[in-house]
């Protein structure tokens, strides 16, 4: 069946790097925009990055720009989020969500369970 | 940029009782809507796409209206499974509401 399993999640120092995965299943990922959502605790949803489906087009939040890097490996079905430079303020669950179509300008159809991230010192 | 209000932020209703919650646009967005339900400790459901078009296996009970600034959604008769967060995005900028709880009364 169709299914996002993230990984990569934990507690880290603020500062800190940490690497996100998202493994795709159940569907023919190279053909469709994947995104990251976070929702911070008893918080609302958070849109966080985009990768189109090919890997050449990337768009970021204002609130991690500069700091999170989105990447995928079509031959693996995998998606990846290295969040770099953590904050408090990047406590959350993240959840890895695909595209309804192919294309990134859609709404999210299939959703990850997510993975909780915590910075704290 | 382009914020989305929702309205109310929580709703407490009863069980068969038709339930609306509101989404506004700080400019027109067309219908560039999707409604999501978010259950507590679960990822959020898509429910609703291009404002009006019901996802697959989503409940006719569950409608979406609107377009240009101000679009709903409608619960027709409030099931036991309905009490939950609801979420509606812009989804050519990927921006979420801020959410709307449905509470049992």
């Known amino acids: 069946q169709v299914q996002l399993v993230e990984s990569g999640g934990g507690v880290v120092q603020p500062g800190r790097s940490l690497r996100l995965s998202c493994a795709a299943s159940g569907f023919i990922f190279r053909t469709y925009a994947m995104h990251w959502v976070r929702q911070a605790p008893g918080k609302g949803l958070e849109w966080v990055a985009v990768?189109?489906?090919?890997?050449?087009?990337?768009y970021y939040a204002d609130s991690v720009k500069g700091r999170f890097t989105v990447s995928r490996d079509n031959s693996e079905n995998t998606m990846n989020l290295q969040m770099n430079s953590l904050r408090a303020e990047d406590t959350a669950v993240y959840y890895c969500a695909r595209s309804r179509g192919g294309n990134y300008f859609d709404s999210f159809a299939i959703w990850g369970q997510g993975t909780m991230v915590t910075v704290s010192s | 940029d382009i914020q989305m209000t929702q309205s109310p932020s929580t709703l407490a209703a009863s069980v068969g009782d038709r339930v609306t919650i509101t989404c506004r646009a700080s400019?027109?967005?067309?219908?560039?809507l999707a409604w999501y339900q978010q259950k507590p400790g679960k990822a959020p459901k898509l429910l609703i796409y291009?404002?009006?078009s019901l996802e697959s296996g989503v409940p006719s009970r569950f409608s979406g209206s609107g377009s240009g600034t101000e679009f709903t959604l409608t619960i027709s008769s409030l099931q036991p499974d309905d009490f939950a967060t609801y979420y509606c995005q812009h989804y050519n900028s990927w921006t979420f509401g801020q959410g709307t709880k449905v509470e049992i009364k």
């Open positions: 400019q027109s967005i067309s219908t560039w």
């Open positions: 990768i189109s489906y090919d890997g050449s087009n990337k």
């Open positions: 291009k404002a009006s």
